[in-house]
C-alpha cells in the first residue's frame, strides 16, 4: 500500500459512498406500500446499488481483491500482495424500502487481514464517519473527541436489534431503542450519541467499516459473554451468530452487568 496515500484513499471512498448514494436515492421510499416489505424493489435496488459500488472501486483499484467476488474472500490469506475492498451496499433494508430515512453504506478497506480504513454514509441525513484503523475518527469531518463518559443514568441510551426481548432482560436505566440499522448504530456509539449498541446477525461485510470507526473513537466490538471477539474469524463470509455489544471500553462492563439471557440455561447466563 507503500504508493496510496491516505489522502487518496480517504478522497475516494467519500466520494465512492455519495456516488453510490445519489443512485440508491433513487430507490428510497419507493416500496409498494400494500406490502410490508417490497422484496422486488430491494432486488432491483441492491443489484443496481451493487453494481455501481464495484464499478467504482474498479475504475480506480482495478487490481485490488473486493470482499465476496468470486473466491478472493476465501483465498485471501496473510502474505499475498494485494487490498481487499469490502463494502455493504445497503445495511437497513427494510428502512430503506418504507421510506424511513435511518439506512446507510459502508466501504472499508483492508490488506492482509489488517484493517486500514472504513467509512459509513447515512445518505438521507448526510452523516458521513470515517476512520483509519487506530487513528483519529471523523464525523462530518470533525473529529469524533470524548470525555470521560458520565455513568449510566436514566438519560443513557442502549441500541438494541429486533427481538432483543426474545434473548435479554435487562434493567438497563436508560433509553432503549432500535433504529433498524446496525451500522449506524455502532457509529452514533462511536459519536458518543448512544452509550452502547447490542448486535446479532450480522455479517463481516456488515461490521467490518463501522468496527474500524468505533475503535478508533475510543470503543470496540466484544461479546456479551465477555469472551474474545475477532471479526477476522469471519472473513470466510459465515454469518457472526454471537450477542455483540459496541461500546467505549470504559463502559463495556457495566453495560454487559444488564443484561442477562432469557434463553440459555442459567449456567450460560451473562
Not at 106 to 117: K, Y
Amino acid at each position: 500500500m507503500e504508493s496510496l496515500s491516505k489522502g487518496e484513499i480517504e478522497s475516494f471512498a467519500l466520494n465512492a459512498l455519495k456516488n453510490v448514494a445519489s443512485v440508491a436515492l433513487q430507490y428510497y421510499g419507493k416500496g409498494n406500500p400494500s406490502v410490508k416489505f417490497d422484496h422486488e424493489l430491494v432486488t432491483s435496488a441492491e443489484m443496481v446499488i451493487d453494481r455501481q459500488m464495484r464499478d467504482e472501486i474498479r475504475s480506480s483499484f482495478p487490481e485490488a481483491a473486493i470482499f465476496g467476488e468470486g473466491t478472493k474472500a476465501v483465498e485471501y490469506r496473510h502474505g499475498e500482495a494485494g487490498l481487499m475492498w469490502v463494502y455493504d451496499a445497503l445495511d437497513g433494508v427494510a428502512n430503506f424500502q418504507a421510506g424511513i430515512p435511518m439506512w446507510g453504506i459502508s466501504l472499508a478497506l483492508v490488506e492482509n487481514f489488517w484493517p486500514v480504513f472504513g467509512a459509513y454514509f447515512i445518505p438521507v441525513t448526510g452523516d458521513m464517519f470515517w476512520a483509519f484503523a487506530d487513528e483519529k475518527a471523523y464525523w462530518n469531518g470533525k473529529e469524533i473527541c470524548h470525555e470521560e463518559g458520565e455513568p449510566t443514568n436514566n438519560e443513557s441510551l442502549l441500541f438494541t436489534y429486533s427481538r432483543f426481548h426474545d434473548h435479554f432482560k435487562t434493567n438497563f436505566p436508560g433509553k432503549i431503542r432500535n433504529l433498524g440499522c446496525s451500522g449506524a448504530h455502532i457509529c452514533y456509539v462511536a459519536a458518543g450519541r448512544a452509550d452502547g449498541a447490542v448486535l446479532y446477525n450480522v455479517g463481516f461485510r456488515d461490521l467490518i467499516a463501522p468496527s474500524i470507526i468505533v475503535k478508533s473513537a475510543g470503543g470496540y466490538i466484544g461479546r456479551v459473554d465477555g469472551e474474545p471477539f475477532y471479526i477476522n474469524d469471519y472473513i470466510d463470509g459465515r454469518g457472526i451468530k454471537e450477542f455483540l455489544l459496541a461500546a467505549r471500553k470504559d463502559e463495556h462492563e457495566q453495560i454487559r452487568s444488564y443484561l442477562v439471557r432469557i434463553d440459555f440455561p442459567e449456567k450460560d447466563q451473562v
